[in-house]
Nanobody, 122 residues
Framework: QVQLVESGGGLVQPGGSLRLSCAASGSIFSINAMNWYRQAPGKQRELVAAITSGGSTNYADSVKGRFTISRDNAKNAVYLQMNSLKPEDAAVYYC????????????????WGQGTQVTVSS
């Protein structure tokens, strides 16, 4: 089994910053993509940022230039540095990972974290 645990959410004023962390643990052979998604009340879950095992990144247009995704492969962790936060960034942020697990064979599985709340308000 693999678990993803997020941390770092909270309340921040508009223009402020937060850094989210997500650590994967369990029977991990390797991790391919690690992404951050978010879901605001009444809205669909959307991709915020993605990073490959090689470090290539991709961002939603709404966060480009403000958010930075990074990962530490040795720690099986992914981070999201969020700067210049806006009220519309408020949501539950979810970590997602495509993890290769070795059982009888190597196979990739998808996992989600439990989510961490980000509130942007004055």
């Amino acid at each position: 089994q693999v678990q993803l645990v997020e941390s770092g959410g909270g309340l921040v004023q508009p223009g402020g910053s937060l850094r989210l962390s997500c650590a994967a643990s369990g029977s991990i052979f390797s991790i391919n993509a690690m992404n951050w998604y978010r879901q605001a009340p009444g809205k669909q879950r959307e991709l915020v940022a993605a990073i490959t095992s090689g470090g290539s990144t991709n961002y939603a247009d709404s966060v480009k230039g403000r958010f930075t995704i990074s990962r530490d492969n040795a720690k099986n962790a992914v981070y999201l540095q969020m700067n210049s936060l806006k009220p519309e960034d408020a949501a539950v942020y979810y970590c997602y990972a495509r993890v290769v697990v070795q059982r009888t064979t190597l196979r990739e599985y998808q996992y989600w974290g439990q989510g961490t709340q980000v509130t942007v308000s004055s």
